[in-house]
């Protein structure tokens, strides 16, 4: 059995308004984490699979936050199943039979060792209709699900983006959190000088960074960046620095004007300390004339540049 629905039709725009939700979630190349382990047991479980998933599509990639059943943490976009489940983000996707079906007979994981031949996606959709993943779950045999197996997989899915949507928000808190702790540090700079520029500098693949070099290795790493970044700042003018809680990520106040030098001098120590220690760090930006002079606003602005220079563009080019 393979059920085919009305997919929603791809756009450059809709995929970047897609990829940004995803962005803004901060969950993407994050560690581990128990209840996420348990969802794809208790998916897994209740559907009565061998392998079960939460997985995101990044860009060109699905990404594992939780699996059971399978090795890898990642495959291709292009050959991931659940690509074509987010397409209708209303619906559960169910194929009776992968290797029957001609979109995904040649896919890895049915023509490969995993030999997948059933295969049940629930879109994860954020609160603004966005569908960034599925909880999903496959067996090594044609099937179907029951109707209480269905039920069940879409209420997995519904509890899997509300820790989600939960996890962003704890994640914007704690960059907040990061702002206001630097916006109070004290500040040789003069009445009423407010903060120019927010740029965001975030460690790209750290789950996986963890996994290959050990925690302990990445959070030396992480604690070398620090006062690179620290030395491109003035403080004399109140600019200050800060790592996000339980982050590969750190948030920089600019204070007063031309801070484009400063900017672009922690664009460039980015680049370089890239190079040097084998692991990506990009760089996000906003300025309190382009987006509003609030911290939520600014950051918001910068996570959106941050997301823009995952897709391969500029804060410069973007503006």
């Not at 061998?50 to 050959?79: C, M, N, Y």
């Not at 120590?269 to 987006?291: C, E, F, P, W």
């Amino acid at each position: 059995m393979s059920v085919h629905h009305n997919v929603t039709a791809v756009t450059p725009e809709s995929e970047r308004l897609r990829q940004q939700a995803l962005d803004r979630l901060h969950v993407v190349d994050s560690l581990p984490e128990a209840i996420y382990e348990d969802l794809v047991r208790l998916a897994a479980a209740v559907c009565e699979t061998p392998i079960a998933v939460v997985s995101l599509i990044d860009r060109d990639r699905q990404w594992f936050k939780a699996r059971i059943g399978i090795d890898d943490h990642e495959t291709t976009r292009s050959a991931a199943v659940c690509d074509h489940a987010i397409r209708n983000p209303g619906e559960l996707m169910e194929v009776g039979d992968l290797a029957q079906d001609a979109r995904f007979a040649d896919f890895p994981i049915v023509a490969g060792d995993t030999k997948a031949r059933f295969y049940a996606g629930m879109p994860l959709v954020t609160q603004e209709g966005q569908p960034i993943g599925t909880v999903c779950v496959v067996d090594h045999a044609p099937r179907a699900l029951s109707e209480t197996q269905r039920a069940s997989l879409e209420a997995l899915a519904r509890v899997t983006m509300a820790l989600l949507e939960a996890h962003g928000q704890r994640h914007q808190q704690d960059v907040l959190a990061a702002l206001q702790e630097t916006a109070a540090a004290p500040q040789t700079v003069e009445a009423g000088t407010e903060t120019s520029a927010i740029a965001i500098l975030e460690l790209q693949g750290f789950a996986a960074a963890v996994d290959r070099l050990g925690e302990r290795a990445v959070e030396k790493i992480l604690a070398s960046l620090d006062p690179v970044f620290d030395a491109c700042l003035r403080h004399d003018l109140g600019d200050r620095i800060n790592r996000v809680t339980s982050s590969p990520e750190f948030v920089a106040m600019l204070v007063g004007g031309d801070v484009e030098g400063r900017l672009a001098a922690l664009r460039n120590a980015a680049a370089v300390q890239s190079a040097q220690v084998g692991l990506t760090v990009l760089m996000g930006a906003a300025l309190s004339d382009s987006v509003g002079s609030s911290l939520q606003a600014m950051y918001l602005g910068a996570d959106e540049d941050l997301s823009l220079q995952k897709d391969g563009l500029g804060w410069q080019s973007a503006g």
